[in-house]
Nanobody, 114 residues
Framework: VQLQASGGGLVQAGGSLRLSCAASGSIFSINYIAWYRQAPGKQRELVAAVNSGGHINYADSVKGRFTLSTENAKNTGYLEMNNLKPEDTAVYYC?????????WGQGTQVTVSS
């Protein structure tokens, strides 16, 4: 499985971005799709995740502002980010779980200026 993340950039506080994660390769039986982020000097943290049953979890810090969605026909997942805050600044990674193996995308930088 190969994951290609895109959509990051520089935005002012209060702005919006939409991240995309395109999956290719052996994508059958992917049962968990997630977005993580890692800010400088901090541990990587879970932002949002959806399981094969469609249940979505969000970190408390992004609830009501971020929306995770998937477009199966395009093998793509999205993270819509609204009302961005400076503390959302981080490298964002998409990740999928297939069987017992976790696959990671390369990360996309999101910078929110105050």
């Amino acid at each position: 499985v190969q994951l290609q993340a895109s959509g990051g950039g520089l935005v002012q506080a209060g702005g919006s971005l939409r991240l995309s994660c395109a999956a290719s390769g052996s994508i059958f039986s992917i049962n968990y799709i997630a977005w993580y982020r890692q800010a400088p000097g901090k541990q990587r943290e879970l932002v949002a995740a959806v399981n094969s049953g469609g249940h979505i979890n969000y970190a408390d810090s992004v609830k009501g502002r971020f929306t995770l969605s998937t477009e199966n026909a395009k093998n793509t997942g999205y993270l819509e980010m609204n009302n961005l805050k400076p503390e959302d600044t981080a490298v964002y990674y998409c990740s999928v779980l297939k069987g017992l193996t976790v696959y990671w995308g390369q990360g996309t930088q999101v910078t929110v200026s105050s």
